[in-house]
């Protein structure tokens, strides 16, 4: 990469390994296995590929968080030179490993947001691609990053794009554009979304995801999520950020300028390419990863999101000008009806009526500590499932 150290590997902690993100970041490790290399590894329950994963990559650590399966996984990896590890808590121990130079977060949901603090008060570089870390407690976490000196790379597809329009440049932004493919029921009329069913949701039409993120992206809450990471990341208003529906997913986000000059980062729809610039930075290392055939790309179109039939990107836009604790509330209330609509428990369009309920219900703390929003999570988990009838 041309540095110093350009015989010494980078060691890449990866939060959630066996994760869509994880499993494509591994791509990218083994792909430049003379500059990189897999340090620790981890997993939520998905213990055999969590196995297969370590016999490959041989980590110096592996975590397994369901510490049911604790044994499991020692005893498949007892003759590999891996120390196997379990539970949360062990999450937040392994970033601050002394030999890690990066920690990927991957993890899904809420459960990212201590590992992340964790990685950064040992003063790791984050490549952040747990948007749920900075909905929940953006304000927090980018302190304590100022605080310790740590530098944030992002690995969201949007949020790379931005991030790159925005190398070399001093002069004050004056509009983000986050572009949205607006998921498969863009073009549905309100009536028909109340007939969407959990399979219909888990067809994305351009990006191959996880299945929380899939129904987040078809709710467009997952757009809402990255509007508010956005505010945090590049410390903008949420005035100065706009969303716009860009079905074809070709152009990733652009920067608007004072002078009105836009700056729009394009490429092929394949999440390895922030993946691998986030481990890179600030080089550009080969890949051969797909590019772009401009001559059958076709028409590039953009319209204006819908928020009366999207109303998760509207909430999104309003815990994010109320503040304290609201964002807390909207994520874990989402990750509820998440769930449970997955369960055939809960309708598509109810995911919104409840989270706006949950919303209502719930006291807002204006200054949350960390043991504030972990406790406001618990309980706007308790009260979506209750408004939903569920346990």
């Not at 041309?2 to 970041?25: E, F, H, P, R």
């Not at 997952?222 to 860009?246: C, M, Y």
């Not at 076709?298 to 309003?318: I, N, S, V």
Request: aromatic residues 8%.
């Amino acid at each position: 990469m041309g540095n110093d150290n350009a015989n010494k590997k980078k060691k890449i902690c990866i939060l959630g390994s066996t994760g869509s993100i994880g499993v494509q970041a591994l791509q990218v490790i083994e792909e430049h296995a003379d500059m990189l290399e897999a340090y620790v590894l981890t997993a939520n329950s998905q213990a055999d590929l969590l196995i297969e994963q370590a016999r490959r990559f041989q980590p110096a650590a592996v975590v397994i968080a369901d510490e049911s399966k604790y044994a499991y996984v020692s005893e498949a990896l007892a003759n590999e030179p891996v120390q196997v590890y379990a539970g949360a808590e062990a999450l937040c121990q392994v970033v601050q490993m002394e030999p890690v130079d990066m920690v990927l977060t991957a993890l899904v949901g809420f459960a990212g947001l201590r590992p992340t603090l964790s990685a950064v008060e040992a003063g790791k570089p984050i490549a952040l691609a747990n948007k749920e870390t900075l909905v929940v407690a953006g304000e927090l976490v980018t302190e304590k990053c100022l605080e310790k000196g740590v530098p944030m790379f992002p690995v969201d597809s949007e949020h790379s794009a931005i991030f790159q329009c925005l190398v070399g440049e001093v002069s004050p932004v004056e509009k983000l554009i986050l572009t949205a493919s607006g998921g498969p029921f863009r073009s549905f009329t309100m009536e028909q979304m109340k007939d969407v069913t959990p399979a219909m949701a888990l067809k994305h039409p351009n990006w191959e995801m996880g299945a929380k993120i899939t129904i987040d992206s078809a709710s467009m809450m997952n757009k809402g999520f990255e509007v508010i990471e956005a505010r945090w990341l590049f410390d903008v208003t949420p005035d100065q950020i706009q969303v716009v529906v860009h079905p074809q997913s070709v152009v990733h986000s652009a920067v608007q300028f004072q002078d009105g000059a836009v700056k729009a980062q394009l490429g092929c729809p394949d999440m390895r390419v922030p993946i691998q610039l986030a481990f890179t930075y600030p080089y550009r290392v080969y890949s051969d990863f797909p590019r772009m055939d401009w001559w059958q790309m076709g028409d590039l179109t953009f319209e204006a999101p819908d928020m009366k039939r999207f109303r998760c990107l509207q909430l999104a836009y309003d815990v994010m000008r109320t503040g304290g604790t609201a964002p807390c509330v909207l994520n874990a209330a989402n990750e509820v009806v998440n769930l449970a609509f997955r369960r055939g428990q809960c309708g598509f369009l109810q995911m919104a009526d409840v989270i706006e309920e949950t919303l209502q219900r719930m006291p807002l703390t204006v200054s949350p500590t960390l043991e504030d929003y972990l406790q406001c999570d618990a309980e706007s988990r308790r009260m979506a499932a209750s408004i939903l009838g569920i346990s």
